[in-house]
């Protein structure tokens, strides 16, 4: 499936990733982050938002990055590959490439204000995974089922730490009416459930106001924001998202080397993934987001007393499944030979993801913040705009690539890594 010396079906699904991760990402640019951690809570579920964050929630989110990913680790092996006759050379190269791809991150979320910093992330795990790119592909498996594992476990232990200020809580009440003395963790437990865990509704409006008041204030006031917030996420942060990254870059490193990526499996295997991975994960992540509503929606503390897992110990099983799902659903369509056109433009957006990535960030901090469009559009509106943005790379990509056999910010990338020795093409 090689098309002018490079796998197709890479940028087929490269493609498709990246028009999933546009999706999850505008919110991010048009609205408080407050509002989409809360927005149930805030507007109460069966509204049109309601079912529009339920259907990105049950297809798109965190799937399109984990398949994202793992194309990043397939581009991994495939640069490595066609060097190592010469490991000092491919050291050298492959290492200036992601201390570029690190200089990107931090340009695309400091300057062009991005809501999210995973291209750091790929940077860093990306140098890590280097001393990995000849590992079996059994290892390899294996290390992505550890690394998620321990993603899962973190990602839920603020479920579990609340859950026992909640035990603490019912403890000491039940103290308080027998009019027994309560220590002062007993009282700042039953603060933290007063005050803390559901902050009344027009207290949320308060900080959803003073958010958009920030916004509003200029590019320099949403510098500063912004700064604040991944001062934090590329330092200590970093620590609880590493793992679903590394791990996922791990695993598409190894089933690239198994030929799943570049469409080397039969037929009736990617139908199989398809069949197993949707058939199981998309109703396994609806089953979550229902968990999730109801924690949102709960007053009394009842999820608490009532659940012994949280949705972030669990949200990592679908995600995978879901991921290789699509994985199954696109190369079989690809293989049948069905929608060919459609295909061709996913190639062509995934033959210039980066260039595509970046302009994604830079079409919605002008969309949103230059226009002033920044929380004035509803959440269900969003997908108008990421329809709008879908249209326009589609334009750009077939246009360019016309002309020329890489993106602006492939090129750019390329020639920062090889420097001088490196031709543009024409």
């Known amino acids: 499936m090689l098309t002018k010396n490079r796998i197709e079906t890479l940028d087929v699904l490269r493609g498709v990733a990246l028009l999933g991760i546009l999706v999850m990402n505008v919110p991010g640019f048009s609205v408080p982050r407050l509002y989409t951690d809360t927005m149930v809570r805030y507007e109460g579920a069966h509204t049109l938002n309601y079912y529009t964050w339920v ?8 799937k399109m990055r984990f398949l994202f990913s793992m194309l990043f680790g397939a581009g991994i092996i495939l640069f490595t590959s066609k060097k ?3 490991n000092l050379k491919v050291a050298d190269a492959y290492f200036r490439r992601m201390l570029w791809l690190l200089v990107f991150a931090l340009f695309t979320t400091y300057i062009l204000l991005a809501s999210t910093g995973i291209l750091y992330e790929y940077a860093l795990c990306g140098m890590l995974l280097f001393v990995f790119r000849n590992t079996r592909v059994r290892w390899l498996l294996v290390m ?7 993603y899962s476990v973190k990602s839920g232990m603020g479920f579990l730490d609340t859950k026992e200020k909640r035990e603490v809580c019912n403890e000491a009440k039940k103290l308080v009416a027998q009019g027994k003395p309560i220590t002062k963790e ?3 437990a039953i603060d933290f459930w007063k005050n803390g865990r559901l902050p009344e509704r027009s207290k949320l409006k308060n900080k959803y106001s003073a958010d958009v008041k920030l916004v509003n204030s200029g590019y320099f006031a949403i510098f500063e924001e912004n700064a604040n917030v991944f001062n934090e996420v590329f330092s200590s942060g970093f620590y609880s998202t590493f793992w679903e990254t590394f791990g996922s870059i791990a695993l598409g490193m190894g089933l690239f080397k198994l030929g799943v990526l570049s469409g080397d499996l039969r037929r009736k295997t990617y139908l199989l993934m398809a069949s197993l991975g949707l058939g199981a994960g998309l109703p396994f992540t609806y089953y979550l987001s229902q968990v999730l509503v109801k924690g949102q929606l709960d007053t009394t503390g009842e ?3 009532t659940r012994w897992f949280s949705v972030f110990h669990m949200e990592q099983i679908p995600r995978v499944l879901c991921a290789l799902g699509y994985i199954g659903l696109i190369l079989w369509i690809y293989q049948m030979g069905w929608f060919k056109k459609v295909m061709h433009l996913f190639a062509s957006l995934g033959r210039m993801a980066f260039t595509n ?8 901090v002008i969309f949103f913040f230059g226009f002033g469009m920044f929380a004035k559009i509803e959440y269900y509106q969003l997908h108008y705009v990421v329809l709008v943005i ?3 790379q589609l334009i750009f990509s077939l246009t360019w690539l016309h002309f020329y056999k890489m993106g602006p910010f492939e090129w750019i990338w390329r020639r920062l890594t090889y420097g001088k020795k490196f031709t543009p093409p024409a």
Not at 56 to 61: P, S, W
Not at 144 to 150: G, H, S, Y
Request: aromatic share 22%.
């Open 84 to 86: 190592e006759t010469d």
């Open 55 to 62: 259907f990105d929630y049950v297809f798109l989110n965190g």
């Open 186 to 188: 007993q009282q700042a």
């Open 144 to 150: 992505a089922a550890i690394c998620f594992t321990i």
């Open 303 to 305: 999820y608490f007393d």
């Open 390 to 392: 879908w249209v326009i």
């Open 357 to 364: 990535y970046l302009m994604q960030n830079i079409l919605c």
